[in-house]
């Protein structure tokens, strides 16, 4: 179980990390607790796979990918691990989940594609099938980001 | 952008090191200053290819739910609606894309009970009647760094 200091530490550091020469020191200082509390509690929170990394997020299409494909395929359960297994293997191909269908939308797996153009994520479906066998699938292009930000943990509201 | 910044993106993407002195550790790396890291991550801040700077935390380990909805806005109502849906900080990415479901957005939230209540609080606002909620089933893959360094830039 986390306490009130872990809490603390998380909501610390999902703001901005401070640019200088010692980050954690500063952070340590705002948390009022020592930089090796700090360290042991990060060092912690990673082992449990709370804390997934530290680093920067980038704006994907402003490094170059204009094309940014939700791709949805309908692949019986039975074959999806199957199918997982061969996407997964595309650096391009940065999500992979399985999903419940519903009565509205009868696909089942879902990766996103991140291409510098249209034509590169079609060869990459493309090729995709041919290793897994063909099924229905729909290509969503991301026309506007209308919002993007990181989950913000034990606010008042959250 | 030159090879220095992809290089920094790349390092900064996959291990900042929790340690420190990060940026002198980096700087090493680079062959560069640990003073001229830190001025190159705030220009790549400014200038937008940084998002943020900080950890990324397991969002199920810390005992948050999450969910993918997708519905159809028609176009004039889409600011409207995208404005009505940003407004709740449990929801943090909201895309248009090409398709009849033309709005798709995650919610990640302290409980299912509040994942519902979004839900039909963006349906009351908004008088869109159907909200399709994608629920998680299994993830295989889950990357959020990009290769920099291995795409060509042209400028």
Redesign the interface.
């Known amino acids: 179980m986390l306490n009130s200091l872990d809490k603390d530490i998380i909501r610390k550091l999902q703001e901005d990390l401070p640019l200088v020469k010692e980050p954690y020191r500063k952070l340590a200082e705002d948390l009022g607790i020592s930089e090796e509390k700090l360290m042991e509690r990060l060092e912690d929170f990673k082992k449990q796979g709370i804390l997934k990394r530290v680093g920067a997020v980038l704006r994907h299409r402003k490094v170059g990918y204009k094309a940014n494909a939700m791709v949805v395929w309908d692949i019986p359960r039975e074959k999806v691990d199957q199918a997982a297994k061969v996407m997964i293997t595309y650096p391009m191909l940065s999500h992979c989940y399985e999903r419940e269908k519903t009565e509205e939308w009868p696909y089942n797996m879902y990766t996103m594609i991140h291409c510098e153009s249209t034509e590169e994520c079609k060869e990459i479906i493309s090729d995709i099938m041919n290793q897994i066998g063909k099924y229905d699938y729909t290509i969503l292009y991301s026309t506007d980001e209308l919002k993007k930000t990181s989950v913000k943990y034990f606010t008042e509201t959250n | ?1 030159n090879d220095t910044s992809a290089k920094l ?1 790349d390092i ?5 090191p ?7 550790t980096i700087s090493r790396e680079l062959g560069i200053t ?1 003073e001229e890291v ?1 001025n190159l ?2 220009t790549l ?1 400014k ?13 199920k ?2 005992g ?1 739910k999450g969910t ?1 909805c ?1 519905m159809k806005v028609p176009r004039e109502q889409i600011r409207e609606v ?1 404005e009505t ?2 407004a709740f ?11 009849e ?1 033309n ?3 995650t919610i ?3 409980s299912p009970d509040r994942i519902k209540e979004i839900i039909r609080e963006i349906k009351e606002e908004t008088g869109i009647e ?1 909200i ?17 360094g ?4 042209a400028k």
């Open positions: 952008m993106l900064l993407q996959n291990d900042f929790v340690e420190s002195r990060p940026f002198l640990e830190l991550v705030g801040k200038e937008g290819y940084i998002r943020r700077m900080g950890a990324v935390f397991n969002s380990k810390l948050y993918l997708a995208s849906v940003n900080t449990e929801i943090t990415h909201n895309y248009l894309r090409t398709h479901f709005m798709w957005f990640t939230a302290a159907k399709v909620q994608l629920n998680s089933l299994k993830s295989f893959k889950l990357k959020v760094q990009f290769d920099v291995g795409i060509s830039h």
